[in-house]
């Protein structure tokens, strides 16, 4: 493993940061307002292959791998964290768990078009009764012939409201826990799939939360994924590299403060010289930087085991857990910094400090990271 980037790594960061400063940033307030889906940026996305970034290029993605995909979520969440999701779910949520059990069939069909961004995907887990114990879920999924019956209801599911597909996880008998569910491969115009309305949240506020409800839905056996029962590993495994995702979600939003905190610290003036001068101001950004490089490192590692490891579930975790609670702190000293002018709309900090919080929360809270890591620190390692 290297530290330092390659120069074949340097040259996407700056073409992803060009694309950035140029598409993404000035749309970034608007949206996060509006909470307008960025139809327009994802297609712009998509041409520059930041759809499918780790998806073999046979399959409409980059062909590129883990640490290329941080570095796009990072860049991207750096001006703005709702497109930085929306990418995020689409890249590790909805075609990781195709590129990795989808057969060849299913590959051609979903992954393709998925990964070239021709359209766009969610993952359909969390419930109202199944939010961290995801095993609880309660949307059934009945054989019915070539068939399964699909009935339940989602919530908090990103991307939902804009979605054309969504990798959906129900249930062939409750009573068996995880070992009862199953993943399906569900198109959003098929009949019985509906979604609600737009969740205006506290950040992240473009990426189009939703519920979405099931009734009667039928779906063909050849669009599960992965085999009966199986659907909860499908879902596990996806979520490590879903974590390592937000893990650079969370590096982007806090650089992206941190650096606004450092040009305000140069210029703005108090007791007649820049408050950089003073050591109280020196000592954030001194912690600032010092813990985005540390969570930026963990994220690359989670990044490095996820291509060479089997399981990349403990690093993932570490680094979702640490990354995100980084971000909540340097987000924070990056108000702290802006004084009166970081609590107003007009600056980006305000942003970035409330969409920090959600990395905390999705795809796993921090408890639920603290319990994977010590699963594995007890009795993994
Ligand atoms: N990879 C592969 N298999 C895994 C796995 C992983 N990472 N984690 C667990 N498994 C397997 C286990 O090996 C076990 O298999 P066996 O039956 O063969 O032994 C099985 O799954 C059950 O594992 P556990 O006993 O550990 O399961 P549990 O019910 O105790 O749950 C949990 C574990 C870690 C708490 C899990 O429920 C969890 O991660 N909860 C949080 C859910 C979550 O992250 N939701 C996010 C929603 S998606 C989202 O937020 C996306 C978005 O919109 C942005």
């Known amino acids: 493993m290297h530290i330092e980037l390659s120069e074949e790594q340097k040259l996407l960061r700056d073409e992803v940061r060009r694309f950035a400063e140029e598409v993404v940033k000035p749309k970034a307030r608007e949206i996060d307002e509006s909470g307008e889906f960025p139809r327009d940026t994802f297609d712009r996305a998509a041409e520059l292959g930041l759809t499918g970034v780790y998806v073999p290029e046979e399959y ?52 393709e078009p998925l990964a070239s961004g021709r359209l766009l995907g969610c993952f359909a887990l969390t419930e109202p009764g199944a939010g961290s114990d995801a095993a609880a879920l309660r949307t059934s999924a009945r054989r019915d012939g070539d068939d399964y019956v699909l009935n339940g209801n989602k919530v908090f599911i990103t991307n939902g409201t804009d979605a054309d597909v969504a990798i959906v996880f ?8 995880h070992k009862g569910i199953t993943a399906f491969i569900v198109p959003a ?19 189009g939360t939703t519920e979405l409800a099931f009734e009667d839905l039928r779906v063909p056996a050849s669009q599960r994924l992965g085999g009966e029962g199986e ?61 985005l490089d540390a969570a ?47 609590y107003i709309r007009e600056y980006n900090v305000e942003r ?14 921090s408890e639920i990271q603290k319990m994977v890591i010590a699963d594995w620190v007890l009795n993994k390692s």
């Open 231 to 291: 659907g909860f590993k499908v879902a596990m495994s996806t979520l490590d590299g879903g974590r390592i995702g937000i893990a650079a979600q969370a590096v982007g939003i806090a650089q992206g403060a941190f650096e606004e905190a450092l040009a305000y610290a140069a210029e703005r003036q108090q007791f007649g010289q820049p408050i950089a001068n003073f050591q109280a101001i020196q000592h954030y950004l001194a912690d600032m930087s010092t813990e």
């Open 189 to 207: 115009d098929a009949p019985g799939y509906s979604h609600g309305g737009h969740e205006y949240k506290l950040g992240v506020n473009a990426s």
């Open 60 to 111: 409409g993605g980059a062909g590129m791998d883990m640490l290329a995909y941080c570095i796009v979520i990072e860049e991207i969440s750096r001006v703005c964290a709702s497109t930085g999701v929306i990418l995020s779910v689409n890249n590790s949520l909805v075609c990781d768990p195709l590129l990795r059990w989808g057969n060849e069939e299913q590959k051609k069909k979903w992954l």
């Open 352 to 365: 970035y400090f409330r969409d920090a919080r959600i990395t905390e929360i999705y795809e796993g809270t």
């Open 296 to 342: 930026r490192l963990l994220t690359w590692k989670a990044a490095w085991a996820k291509d060479h490891r089997k399981r990349a579930t403990l690093e993932a975790a570490q680094a979702k857990l640490f990354a995100s609670e980084m971000a909540q702190r340097v987000t924070n000293k990056a108000v702290q910094i802006h004084g009166g002018y970081g």
């Open 170 to 177: 129900a249930t062939l008998d409750p009573s068996l826990r």
